[in-house]
T-cell receptor
Framework: AQSVTQLDSQVPVFEEAPVELRCNYS??????LFWYVQYPNQGLQLLLK??????LVKGINGFEAEFNKSQTSFHLRKPSVHISDTAEYFC??????????FGRGTSLIVHP | SAVISQKPSRDICQRGTSLTIQCQVD?????MFWYRQQPGQSLTLIAT?????????ESGFVIDKFPISRPNLTFSTLTVSNMSPEDSSIYLC?????????????????FGPGTRLLVL
């Protein structure tokens, strides 16, 4: 069984400030980890993923995430956010079955 | 990555009626998935649709309520039957990347734009 915890339901931040969205997971097998973004009235878009190899993963739109096996975390970061980054962000974990389990989502709100 | 389209993009329906949602992919895929995203919530997997076999439903979802078709490797439909206001959700189709895709694209789901359903 696997599960995902997104610790923050909402993260407000000012434009050009750095941001970190937290994600912790639990799984009994090797994991694949994902971050998806959902802009208002749209579907989910893959931001980045960790399958294997380097623990620092770079994605689209300047986002990156670091896989930390000892802390079972996969936090998402961006050094300087833009208004257009306002969206819902979902962390997901899969292992073995290729069917991911999604977290409850974190709403990133970027203020001017 | 795969390009996925869904029809309709949104609909408003009366209770007791049924709606069929279509999902089209621009390349062949083995596995297609249907998710429900209720207002303000995360995604819940309804079923996995494989071509040539019956869909596999998750706990809490049944074929009579959510019949699924998968006639070929690029297309699937989900029907929401006998709708009630509790069925108001976003319904999302997703695929695991194509049979002949790059290895780094495997084990990754790509999503369609979703169908926004409101049941009155």
């Amino acid at each position: 069984a696997q599960s995902v915890t997104q610790l923050d339901s909402q993260v407000p931040v000012f434009e050009e400030a750095p941001v970190e969205l937290r994600c912790n997971y639990s799984s009994s097998v090797s994991v694949y980890l994902f971050w998806y973004v959902q802009y208002p009235n749209q579907g989910l878009q893959l931001l980045l993923k960790y399958l294997s190899g380097s623990t620092l993963v770079k994605g689209i739109n300047g986002f990156e995430a670091e896989f930390n096996k000892s802390q079972t975390s996969f936090h998402l970061r961006k050094p300087s956010v833009h208004i257009s980054d306002t969206a819902e962000y979902f962390c997901a974990v899969s292992g073995g079955s290729y069917i991911p389990t999604f977290g409850r989502g974190t709403s990133l709100i970027v203020h001017p | 990555s795969a390009v996925i389209s869904q029809k309709p993009s949104r609909d408003i329906c009366q209770r007791g009626t049924s709606l069929t949602i279509q999902c089209q992919v621009d390349s062949q895929v083995t596995m297609m998935f249907w998710y429900r995203q209720q207002p303000g919530q995360s995604l819940t997997l309804i079923a996995t649709a494989n071509q040539g076999s019956e869909a596999t439903y998750e706990s809490g979802f049944v074929i009579d309520k959510f019949p699924i078709s998968r006639p070929n490797l690029t297309f699937s439909t989900l029907t929401v039957s006998n709708m009630s206001p509790e069925d108001s959700s976003i319904y999302l189709c997703s695929v695991e990347y194509p049979l002949a895709g790059e290895r780094t694209d495997r084990e990754t789901q790509y999503f369609g734009p979703g169908t926004r359903l409101l049941v009155l």
